[in-house]
């Protein structure tokens, strides 16, 4: 066989699965549709996909005649990735299954750890691997790690160009990681790694244009076009946090005077709050505010209106069908998504927008970048197949 015949089998291949992976369970007929392929040549393929144990063959009963369809699929647990995120502050490792389903996970406290890079991915692969024992799983089965973290992140060549919240400056974290695991490594900005797993298994599951923003440690924003995310040149498209908004501002972890999330980071809030209070929450912050302390109510109020403006800046920005939540701050408090909706809608929208696109709160409850980030390690397994 030629080089060029095997890279054509190859392709074609990875064409029936990509095939299933979107669309599953699927007939013959559906996949030879999909991918342009005969049906002599998709069944050709698909025995060979059923015999290294990635797909198999379900049967399901027709509609009246009580016959038997065979329909196409993706095999439980033949492929198991490992999505983690790093914060410097924690951890959280899962393992994900080739449906892009969470199979279990952990979040560790990492304040008191080493933060230097190798040592980092010295105590993340140490983590996989005990979670693989405590479920019980051969560790063979892992066929890719994924690490989601805050940052300008060049996700192609794997190297994190900057991070203020982990004081980390051109590390090539991917190699690293691949030298410590000797296991097939990606990594990611964690906004862009939810805004995936958002668009693939969440709220904006067949969007055209979707804008994810963050509410917790800062203000993270992310775009998802046509199901692939908005990168730019150095992949921050779209880091709506660092527009600058107030130039008498306050300076911003990137080193900037008056960031758009100066005014919305839950740092900052609880650092204003500490010049009045001893309150350690932005829930304990929201019950001394509805006690009627008008510090308190300054605060929050500031907050949500900041809040507000970014889904305006975002909705007038990209024009979304979709804007979704997420962070601690939602996750921790859901009474600010009503507000910041409720400010949004009644002070703040395009009339000639208001129409044209929803608002939702993610339901991966805070999960979502260890999900995208773990499918986008699938998705680099899976094109070697």
């Known amino acids: 066989m030629s080089y060029a015949d095997a890279s054509a089998k190859n392709n074609s291949a990875q064409s029936i699965l990509n095939a299933v992976r979107r669309s599953y369970p699927v007939t013959r007929l559906e996949l030879s549709e999909m991918t342009e392929l005969s049906i002599p040549s998709v069944s050709r393929i698909l025995s060979r996909l059923f015999e290294e144990g990635y797909l198999e063959e379900v049967s399901s009963t027709s509609g009246g005649l009580g016959r038997k369809t065979k329909l196409i699929t993706l095999k439980d647990r033949c492929v198991l990735t490992a999505g983690t995120e790093y914060d410097g502050e924690s951890l959280k490792v899962s393992i994900i299954d080739e449906k892009g389903r969470i199979v279990t996970f952990k979040t560790y406290d990492t304040k008191r750890l080493e933060k230097e890079p ?53 590390v090539k974290l991917q190699s690293i990681m691949e030298e410590v695991s000797g296991i097939n490594c990606v990594i990611d900005n964690d906004i862009k790694s939810a805004a995936y797993a958002e668009y693939n298994k969440g709220v904006a599951k067949n969007s055209k244009i979707s804008v994810l923003l963050y509410f917790g440690t800062g203000l993270g924003s992310a775009v998802i076009i046509d199901g692939n995310v908005l990168r730019g040149v150095t992949n921050s498209a779209g880091e709506l946090g660092h527009i600058t908004q107030d130039i008498s501002g306050i300076l911003c972890t990137c080193g900037k005077i008056g960031c758009m999330q100066t005014n919305i980071a839950k740092k900052f809030i609880l650092e204003e709050a500490g010049k009045f209070s001893d309150v350690k929450t932005v829930g304990e912050l929201l019950d001394v505010s509805r006690a009627g302390e008008k510090w308190a109510e300054r605060i929050v109020n500031r907050f949500v209106t900041y809040a507000a403006l970014a889904v305006d800046t975002a909705v007038c920005a990209y024009n979304p069908d979709t804007v979704i939540f997420c962070g601690d701050l939602i996750n921790d408090t859901p009474e600010l998504y009503d507000e910041i909706c409720k400010v949004y809608y009644n002070n703040y929208i395009c009339e000639y927008l208001r129409d044209t696109f929803e608002i939702k709160q993610s339901t991966f409850e805070g999960n979502a970048s260890i999900v995208g980030i773990g499918m986008l390690a699938a998705e680099k397994f899976f094109k070697t197949v």
């Open 118 to 170: 190798r040592a980092v991915c010295e105590i993340i692969y140490d983590k996989i691997r005990n979670l693989f024992h405590d479920e019980k799983i051969n560790i063979e089965r892992l066929f890719g790690i994924g690490i989601s973290l805050p940052g300008i992140i060049n996700n192609e060549s794997g190297e994190v160009m900057f991070s203020a919240q982990l004081g980390w400056k051109n």
